[in-house]
């Protein structure tokens, strides 16, 4: 599977359980303590009481096809490989923080201890043996999930209430059943 | 028998959820595939041991460290997932704070801002000591001054708790499920986790949520019955994840869903539309048709909406729909409103009541008993000379109430009453396993209590509250490197067992409770501790029998590298219950004869809002935490390191209390400070409460100092007032709290 990547996200499904955000971790030994987390799930309020509702959003990086951190990272410690995937050359960061001002979805983070960013790989050496990433391959009900853009870009919609437009960077996530 | 991840979608116990799932991944079908492994890689089979669903999971472990925890495909639990907190395990395996050798205090003065002056010790010392101690108190105060915090398990620590002739052995379970362990037993036969949500049509959910904050198991029945159009009906006074899911929410007052329950009994009995050929055939209902109509006569749903806040017309209505549009279920969980209401008993008989009516006990689409593979215990597979009687008086004081006893259950929240007043000094000898002070309402009492225990020993992974005010800590295992057979008792249409086997070494020093059971036992009870043939009982041994005797194999070692076996066999539903009657009992003349109600009377719950205490204090646990066992697990305390005062916007705004701003809240028996979060999602005149933090111990290097002890301002209780209240199945009343908030 060549590629490009994104994410297809059903809200509706999410139980909150936050397996993504923990596999996440887990798998790709993100550090602890340092306020970087490559995979957060938030939930967000609409209405008052008693007419509310909620709708638990779980995001990471979404590999953008107009990825804006690579753009403005000064030392070029970006690469978008062939298949899509956005990786951050953490080596190369000189902690500016460019990538964060101009990422909309939070998704590179300062690592207060190396005081250098970082970032989702989508699980790119998972990806590159056969794997799905740790955090879709663990979600309990599909409410995340992953696979060839193709496949994914025509359904739900770009975004959901409360979302930064998409119409930038163009990130490879559509959600089902936005409300 | 292995089966392919294909043949486990055509089983009925998943195939909701799967035909869910493989829509939803229409397209990703290849990618959809276990894990492959590299080379320097080696994949276990183990299961879970956060909580007590137990999912299958797939370890990875890499150059003898566990890269990455994943579910196991063919488990009929955690159906190939794990949750949140599974997902983290490692990180309690890989604690750096845990416990790695038994240690013993050397500072004589208890309390939370001593240093113990803890020292490393052998374990034989340990044990040696401890064993010392048991001989010393039992022969000078009898058996009733040593008290056990623990679980009825491992069957080997059962044998030397029973050889002993331990009386006060208590768990938590008071403020879980025990009233549905009580009232089951006489109702429908026993106790029962397994709830057939996928084949169901109308979900009747009481409390707290179900869907996020117990098991993955009922997450996926619920998901697969809402997919396949079933209706689901909650009653909370929360919006959260199972309201979003259902159909129907109604942000009930708390406290009152026996109201409304007993309302939609009024309902379905007067308007006859109860499962008549169940009913008939298999309940005692038209033995006791006089007394039941008569009953249920007064509870009217006009009634019950002055309780409830839930209108009369949707209860009459929901009652109609769960009647005829079934089959209906009502699930009771732990931690949900039912278990912990002063009126949680009466709760607990009406569901059953409910299901009872609907006639799904024991059917396709109601709550069912597991059917599992009998694994032999060791009194099976070395029978023990007879165990002593018991003697002596029960410190919790649940000898007042018999059908907990009955049960071998007991009583968190009248333990510290019954330590401190009513047999002070009694207890001479504690042993804490795998419990803290955290667990009990009025943690602080329960710590005074304990400082009056002449001795104390704490088994824990890690150095809990507990563990500081210990005469001799020692250090258990994780699940992650324990050996256990453990069968499916959430989801069992057909028997399943999986594997638990270390996928690491166990570290440091660290033991098993059983491990402790047999040295203990050798010491203290040896006759009960050998096998017929003279040896010591060797735990690797009697495992190996255990899975003979199952028929899971020729021995561990083979069903190890196996990790799960299924029985096939068709799912026959039960035709007799195991209640004294053999028939489902609505009316319990059991109840009657030891002077309880025979059918559920409405009760208030303990403690009503008054211009002093003016809202409701609500407590839950949080989806990514497991009781107060888990803030110090690295990966979970950065994703909820503390907790807050959860209010809502109007009653913030009536206070004055911005998001953020620090609040307290008293209650008449405590006082807390936090952090005020402000939503949308909760009654006005509800607080709410995270519950697990407040960890004290400084060994504790995350969790400890972090959040407050939502128990703090929780009343602990008598048994007289069970008794007078009726709560004969000693519902531990943790909800029942009223409080006062304000602004500091």
């Known amino acids: 599977m060549p590629g490009p990547y994104g994410w297809l996200f059903d809200p509706r499904l999410c139980i909150e359980c936050r397996a993504c955000e923990a596999a996440c971790k887990q798998w790709n030994s993100v550090p602890v303590g340092v306020n970087v987390r490559y995979r957060v799930v938030r939930i967000r309020e609409y209405g008052s009481w008693p007419n509310v509702s909620t709708v638990p959003v779980s995001s990471a990086c979404n590999h953008c096809e107009n990825a804006l951190c690579a753009r403005a990272c000064p030392v070029k410690a970006y690469v978008r490989r062939a298949d899509g995937i956005v990786l951050l050359d953490s080596s190369r960061c000189v902690g500016c923080g460019f990538c964060d001002q101009f990422c909309p979805y939070g998704a590179p983070q300062m690592n207060r201890r190396s005081r250098r960013m970082e970032k989702c790989t989508m699980c790119a050496d998972r990806i590159d043996r056969g794997l799905q990433p740790a955090c879709a391959s663990i979600c309990p009900t599909g409410a995340l999930t992953w696979g060839e853009w193709e496949k994914i870009r025509d359904r739900g919609v770009a975004s959901i209430s409360g979302d930064p437009t998409p119409n930038t960077t163009r990130p490879r996530i559509r959600y089902v059943h936005a409300p | 028998m292995r089966s392919t991840r294909r043949d486990w979608l055509r089983m009925a116990g998943g195939a909701g959820l799967a035909s869910l799932q493989s829509r939803l991944l229409a397209g990703f079908e290849d990618w959809f595939q ?126 030397f708790m029973k050889a002993l002739g331990v009386v006060n052995r208590v768990d938590h379970r008071d403020e879980c499920y025990q009233t549905d362990i009580v009232v089951q037993k006489y109702t429908t036969g026993g106790k029962s986790w397994c709830n057939d949500f996928e084949n169901s049509r109308y979900l009747l959910l009481f409390g707290f949520d179900m869907l996020t904050k ?15 159009g079933a209706k689901i009906v909650f009653f909370s006074p929360h919006y959260n994840t199972t309201a979003r899911i259902a ?78 549009q079934g089959p209906g279920i009502v699930p009771l969980h732990k931690k949900s409103l039912a278990a912990n209401y002063m009126n ?23 709550r069912y008993f597991p059917r599992t593979v009998p694994i032999p215990g060791v009194d099976a597979i070395y029978p023990p000379p007879a165990y002593p009687k018991p003697v002596g008086r029960r410190v919790d004081g649940t000898d007042k109430l018999p059908l907990v006893r ?86 069992a249409k057909k028997p399943q067992v999986v594997v638990r086997q270390p996928v690491v070494a166990p570290m440091f020093e660290a033991k098993s409770i059983g491990w402790v059971a047999i040295e203990l036992g050798k010491r203290v009870v040896p006759d009960y501790f050998r096998t017929p043939s003279g040896d010591w009982i060797n735990p690797a041994a009697l495992l190996d029998e255990k899975v003979k005797r199952a028929g899971l194999g020729s021995s561990f070692a083979e069903f190890k590298s196996v990790g799960i076996y299924t029985k096939e066999q068709p799912f026959t539903p039960r035709t007799t219950f195991a209640t004294p009657s053999g028939k489902c009992q609505i009316y319990v003349p059991e109840f009657a004869a030891k002077g309880y109600d025979p059918l559920p009377v409405w009760k208030p719950k303990a403690e009503q809002p008054s211009a002093e205490y003016p809202y409701y204090y609500l407590t839950f646990i949080p989806a990514i935490h497991r009781r107060n066992s888990t803030q110090n697990n690295p990966i979970l305390h950065e994703m909820m390191p503390t907790n807050a005062a959860i209010i809502s916007r109007t009653l913030a705004e009536r206070l004055g209390i911005r998001e953020g701003q620090m609040v307290r809240i008293r209650s008449r028996v405590g006082t807390i400070e936090l952090p005020a979060h402000i939503t949308e999602t909760l009654r006005p005149d509800c607080v709410m409460v995270a519950h697990g933090f407040g960890h004290r111990s400084r060994l504790l290097s995350l969790a400890a100092g972090k959040g407050v002890r939502d128990s703090d301002v929780i009343p602990s209780r008598t048994v007289e007032e069970f008794v007078a209240a009726g709560n004969f199945g000693g519902a531990a009343c943790i909800m029942d709290a009223v409080v006062n908030i304000e602004p500091l």
């Open chain 2, 344 to 366: 949680a008993t009466q709760l607990a008989h009406a569901i059953s009541i409910l299901n009872i009516l609907a006639g799904t006990v024991d059917r396709p689409g109601g």
């Open chain 2, 247 to 324: 159909d129907e929410w109604y942000p009930i007052r708390p406290g009152s869903d026996l109201a409304v329950a007993l309302a939609m009994i009024h309902v379905i009995v007067t308007e006859n539309l109860f499962n008549q050929e169940f009913v008939d055939q298999f309940t005692n209902f038209r033995q006791y048709e006089k007394e039941i109509r008569a009953h249920f006569a007064q509870y009217t749903p006009e009634w019950a909406e002055g309780l409830s806040d839930v209108p009369a017309e949707a209860i009459r209505r929901i009652a109609r729909e769960f009647a005829t």
């Open chain 2, 34 to 159: 276990p894990a492959t492994t590299a080379p320097d890689e080696q994949v276990l089979i183990t299961a879970c041991g956060i909580c007590d669903s137990a999912c299958g999971i797939r370890a990875t472990v890499k150059d003898g460290v566990v890269r990455f925890l994943e579910g196991l495909p063919d488990d009929f639990q955690g159906q190939g997932k794990l949750c949140g907190k599974g997902a983290a395990g490692a990180g309690f395996l890989y604690d750096p704070d845990r416990l790695k050798y038994p240690m013993k205090r050397t500072n004589p003065r208890k309390g939370l801002n001593e240093d113990p002056g803890f020292i490393r010790i052998s374990w034989q010392e340990a044990l040696d000591t401890i064993a010392d101690r048991i001989k010393f108190y039992t022969a000078r105060f009898g058996a009733e001054s040593l008290l056990f915090i623990t679980r009825p398990r491992p069957d080997l620590w059962v044998r």
């Open chain 2, 406 to 491: 009955e049960v071998d259950s007991g009583s968190f929240s009248t333990l510290a009453d019954g330590m401190l007043k009513k047999y002070p000094g009694m207890i001479k000898f504690a042993f804490f396993n795998m419990y803290t002070v955290l667990g009990f309402p009025l943690p602080a009492q329960m710590e005074e209590a304990l400082k009056t225990v002449e001795f104390t020993v704490v088994m824990d992974t890690l150095p809990t509250d507990t563990a500081l005010l210990a005469d001799i800590v020692l250090p258990s295992i994780t699940y992650l490197e324990a050996s256990d057979l453990v069968p499916r008792e959430y989801n």
């Open chain 2, 214 to 228: 117990t098991k993955l198991v009922h997450s996926h029945g619920i998901l697969a019955a809402k997919e396949r």
